[in-house]
């Protein structure tokens, strides 16, 4: 027995194969424990990636589209920084109640934006927002349409 492990590990092919069907299997049993939880400090809930909540936010902060958001509750904030609310099943989009936050800049029509980059975090005291900074390539923070996905 020694002999086959020490032999799987000396080849770099057959190690990195027997850990990604070690992972696989991990992964597979869709109990949500280490798929989620162990790269998520916090996460009370488990996450099965379907997307429930959608947004599509123009620059000035106003909702050109989407499912379940919250016009009252999404606004531009200030240069690049947005607050995004949903409206139920999304009453929580918080990631320590298992859901998954995606964004993306989006011209929102045709065309092409600079280099962007937009983050995404929990809205300290809206707990059906999400808080949102878009960036421009040198790290300003620069006004920025995208869109939101919320997925659970």
């Known amino acids: 027995m020694s002999w086959v492990v020490s032999e799987v590990f000396r080849s770099p092919f ?7 069907r070690v992972l696989l299997l991990a992964a597979d049993d869709n109990s949500g ?14 996450n099965h990636g379907h997307f429930v909540c959608t ?4 620059a000035g902060g106003v909702p050109v589209s989407g499912e379940y958001v ?3 509750e999404t606004t531009k904030l200030f240069t690049g920084t947005y607050q995004v609310g949903f409206n139920a099943p ?3 989009v918080q990631i320590a109640n298992g859901w998954f936050r995606i964004v993306q800049p989006d011209t929102l029509g045709t065309g092409t934006l600079p280099a962007r980059s937009c983050i995404v975090a929990d809205r300290a005291g809206v ?6 900074q878009c960036f421009n390539s040198a790290g300003a923070l620069t ?5 939101l996905h919320v997925s659970r």
Do not use: E, K
Not at 14 to 20: I, P, Q, R, T
Not at 55 to 58: G, L, R
Not at 127 to 132: E, F, G, L, N, T
């Open 70 to 72: 919250n016009a009252v």
């Open 14 to 20: 057959l190690c990195v194969s027997l850990l990604v």
């Open 143 to 147: 006004d920025t349409p995208f869109t």
């Open 127 to 132: 707990p059906s927002a999400i808080w949102v």
């Open 90 to 92: 999304c009453p929580n």
């Open 55 to 58: 947004a599509a936010i123009n």
């Open 33 to 46: 424990g280490l798929a989620i939880r162990a790269l998520v400090a916090g996460a009370a809930a488990d």
